[in-house]
């Protein structure tokens, strides 16, 4: 007889009697560490631990085709249950609940559920170990949550239900990225082109006013342009290159898209105190650059002429500026030439008199040496020349009789 058909028959008899069976643990079970481990603790919570172990539990009944393991399986005595044979997929296992020493495996049920069989009157019960005084759980209860293979199935089924709706959002936001792409090209161009017929419109309205108020700057109305208009110019554009059949979603979209700057505002004009056609404005003015020049020149137009007008007597004044320094440079030169001359001949007339009798030198002379006589601007300069000798302090003039003619002589004084 096998240790299977053997079990079988103990279970029977068990059920029959009503006997409460209580299982043992076995040296290499799970228990039996804990053992081990509770005797070196101190003994406050040794005690703990014990009081706790020591509570019963009554466990499920179970059949000989899903208690017990068959006769080739003799190194395990039971299985668990078949409602416990899956796990859930991911549970929040907190960090007491996971095991210490996961590779001991448990050869009795009743150690690795942590429950006892408790057999009264042919019926079963299973009692959960409950927790211990200090609030902690055992070794015996540290095991991953199981969950009924139902739950399982089912959840794994939301999962992929979610996972399939995932990927149909994804499609059709791709196929509507796909197809706005190029409408939203489109709009794209025709809301800038609309900004810039604006501010052109705009910029056409300040060149005008400036023009009429001689390039003051003062405050300018707003250009109010027809949106009709914008549309048929927008449409006859063959830059934008806009499908007909697209042509009014394009410019619809435009329209809207470009109210949003809060530079650009919307007027409504009413006709018969109904409402008439819509009218757009911009506070941004475009200029072209031959506008701003001519602009430029109406501002600095007079100052550019009075400018035109000083500039002859301002060079004119630079160049007699000049020529009176160069002259008077001149003067400079020649009267220090002619001092020099006068010194010269006085100190020649002292040192020797019988040579060199007349101190001084004859002015016909000295005008020869010190001046070009064919040059006329010459002359001019000899009578300057002639007026700051006489007012010199070291010069004397004097005149005498040659020959029955009068002849002036400068003479040099210490």
């Given at each position: 007889m096998g240790r299977g058909q053997r079990m079988r028959q103990r279970s029977r008899k068990f059920e029959n009697s009503g006997i409460e069976i209580k299982t043992k643990t076995k040296p290499t079970s799970k228990r039996s560490i804990k053992t081990k481990k509770e005797e070196m603790l101190p003994q406050s919570q040794r005690e703990t631990s014990k009081t706790a172990s020591s509570q019963v539990f009554e466990p499920p009944s179970f059949t000989a085709e899903d208690s017990f393991a068959s006769s080739d399986e003799d190194q395990w005595i039971a299985q668990k249950p078949k409602v416990l044979h899956k796990y859930r997929a991911s549970p929040e296992v907190l960090p007491s609940?996971?095991?210490?020493?996961?590779?001991?495996?448990?050869?009795?049920?009743?150690?690795?559920?942590?429950?006892?069989?408790?057999?009264?009157?042919?019926?079963?019960?299973?009692?959960?170990?409950?927790?211990?005084?200090?609030?902690?759980?055992?070794?015996?209860?540290?095991?991953?949550?199981?969950?009924?293979?139902?739950?399982?199935?089912?959840?794994?089924?939301?999962v992929d239900d979610e996972d399939l709706n995932m990927e149909e959002v994804t499609l059709l936001l791709k196929d509507e990225c796909v197809h706005d792409s190029k409408l939203g090209r489109y709009v794209m161009r025709a809301e800038k082109h609309i900004k810039r017929l604006l501010a052109q419109i705009q910029g056409e309205t300040v060149y005008k006013h400036?023009?009429?108020n001689h390039g003051r700057e003062e405050a300018v109305s707003m250009k109010k342009t027809k949106v009709s208009n914008l549309v048929r110019v927008l449409v006859s554009d063959e830059k934008l290159k806009i499908p007909e059949d697209k042509q009014k979603e394009v410019m619809d979209i435009a329209m809207s898209s470009v109210l949003s700057d809060p530079r650009i505002h919307r007027y409504q004009m009413q006709v018969d105190d109904t409402n008439g056609e819509d009218y757009f404005g911009t506070e941004d003015a475009n200029i072209s650059?031959?506008?701003?020049?001519?602009?430029?020149?109406?501002?600095?137009?007079?100052?550019?002429?009075?400018?035109?007008?000083?500039?002859?007597?301002?060079?004119?004044?630079?160049?007699?500026?000049?020529?009176?320094?160069?002259?008077?440079?001149?003067?400079?030169?020649?009267?220090?030439?002619?001092?020099?001359?006068?010194?010269?001949?006085?100190?020649?007339?002292?040192?020797?008199?019988?040579?060199?009798?007349?101190?001084?030198?004859?002015?016909?002379?000295l005008r020869g040496t010190v001046i070009d006589?064919?040059?006329?601007?010459?002359?001019?300069?000899?009578?300057?020349?002639?007026?700051?000798?006489?007012?010199?302090?070291?010069?004397?003039?004097?005149?005498?009789?040659?020959?029955?003619?009068?002849?002036?002589?400068?003479?040099?004084?210490?």
């Open positions: 609940h996971r095991s210490k020493s996961p590779e001991i495996a448990l050869p009795d049920i009743s150690q690795q559920h942590n429950v006892l069989l408790n057999v009264t009157n042919g019926h079963s019960t299973l009692q959960d170990q409950p927790e211990h005084e200090s609030g902690g759980y055992s070794d015996d209860e540290d095991q991953d949550y199981c969950a009924d293979s139902s739950d399982i199935e089912d959840s794994e089924d939301e400036m023009l009429e650059i031959w506008r701003q020049l001519h602009l430029r020149f109406e501002q600095v137009k007079h100052g550019l002429l009075v400018f035109m007008c000083l500039l002859p007597v301002f060079i004119l004044a630079v160049y007699s500026y000049q020529w009176y320094k160069a002259s008077k440079k001149r003067m400079g030169i020649c009267i220090s030439n002619l001092l020099d001359i006068l010194r010269d001949q006085s100190d020649k007339h002292s040192r020797d008199p019988a040579a060199f009798p007349d101190p001084g030198c004859p002015v016909s002379q006589i064919s040059n006329p601007q010459a002359l001019d300069e000899w009578t300057k020349i002639t007026e700051a000798v006489a007012n010199h302090p070291h010069i004397q003039r004097r005149v005498y009789e040659i020959r029955g003619e009068p002849c002036e002589f400068w003479e040099f004084r210490n």
